[in-house]
């Protein structure tokens, strides 16, 4: 099985930082893609910043600027480091892995459970 699980979110205030973390464990031959998402109150998900085995990143254009992604092959983490943020950055955000399992021969998605980030003063 595979387990994504988030950490490092919490409360901050406006133009504050705040660090979140991601790490991917399970049988996996290969990790392609790891990104996050964000779903705020009321809101669909959307993507907030993706980062390809290649080092490619994309970001969502409200975040481009403030957030920075980055991964740690090793480690099997995916990071976001989250600088300038606005009460409209408040939100869950969740981590996502695309990956090849061990033995299978095809990539698959997975989530994890979320991490609250709230930005208030």
């Known amino acids: 099985q595979v387990q994504l699980v988030e950490s490092g979110g919490g409360l901050v205030q406006p133009g504050g930082s705040l660090g979140l973390s991601c790490v991917v464990s399970?049988?996996?031959?290969?990790?392609?893609?790891l990104g996050w998402y964000r779903q705020a109150p009321g809101k669909e998900r959307e993507l907030v910043a993706i980062i390809t085995s290649g080092g490619t990143t994309n970001y969502a254009d409200s975040v481009k600027g403030r957030f920075a992604i980055s991964r740690d092959n090793a480690k099997n983490t995916v990071y976001l480091q989250m600088d300038g943020l606005k009460p409209e950055d408040t939100a869950v955000y969740y981590c996502?892995?695309?990956?090849?399992?061990?033995?299978?021969?095809?990539?698959?998605?997975?989530w994890g459970q979320g991490t609250q980030v709230t930005v208030s003063s």
């Open positions: 996502y892995a695309r990956l090849l399992l061990t033995g299978w021969r095809r990539e698959s998605d997975y």
């Open positions: 399970g049988s996996i031959f290969r990790i392609n893609t």
